[in-house]
Nanobody, 114 residues
Framework: QVQPVESGGGLVHPGGSLTLSCVAS????????MAWYRRVPGQEREWVALSMNYGETFYSDSVQGRFAISRDNDKNTLYLHMDNLKSEDTARYYC????????WGQGTQVTVSS
C-alpha cells in the first residue's frame, strides 16, 4: 500500500467552504472503510468523518452538520466537503482507513483565518 495523496487545502475565511480530495492506490477501494482525520501541532490526531464501504457515514460532533464525506470508488478517491468553516477547523487533514491500514500521507493544510 502506497501513501494516500491528499489535496485541496488552503486558506479560507470563517464561514467559507472547501473540498478536500484523497487518492488511495494499491487497494480494492470499494471494500475500504475510509475516514478523514485532522491534527493540530501539539495535539492528538482527531477523527473527523467516516465513509463505510456499505454507504453509511458518520461525523464527529464538532463537524456534524457542516462537513460531508463522499467517495468515487471508480476513481479510488475520497472527498470531504467542508461548509461554514470555523477557526477551530484549522488543521492538517489526512485520510486513512478506519483500521489505519494505509501509511500516512503528507496531508493537506486547511487554515481558516480570523
Amino acid at each position: 500500500q502506497v501513501q494516500p495523496v491528499e489535496s485541496g487545502g488552503g486558506l479560507v475565511h470563517p464561514g467559507g467552504s472547501l473540498t478536500l480530495s484523497c487518492v488511495a492506490s494499491g487497494t480494492i477501494f470499494r471494500f475500504e472503510n475510509m475516514a478523514w482525520y485532522r491534527r493540530v501541532p501539539g495535539q492528538e490526531r482527531e477523527w473527523v468523518a467516516l465513509s463505510m464501504n456499505y454507504g453509511e457515514t458518520f461525523y464527529s460532533d464538532s463537524v456534524q452538520g457542516r462537513f460531508a464525506i463522499s467517495r468515487d470508488n471508480d476513481k479510488n478517491t475520497l472527498y470531504l466537503h467542508m461548509d461554514n468553516l470555523k477557526s477551530e477547523d484549522t488543521a492538517r487533514y489526512y485520510c486513512n482507513t478506519k483500521e489505519f491500514t494505509f501509511p500516512w500521507g503528507q496531508g493537506t493544510q486547511v487554515t481558516v483565518s480570523s
